[in-house]
């Protein structure tokens, strides 16, 4: 519970991770779709 709380008062820790995981998916997801 801690834990959880901290990630969420401190989006700066989160963000970039979170940024990287989105960034990750929505190239692999997009790339398949524009080459079909």
């Known amino acids: ?3 959880i709380e901290n990630n969420y008062i ?3 820790k989160v963000s970039p991770t979170a940024f990287s995981c989105v960034r990750s998916a929505s190239s692999v997801v997009l790339k398949p779709q524009k080459t079909k």
């Open 1 to 3: 519970g801690v834990r």
């Open 10 to 12: 401190d989006p700066q």
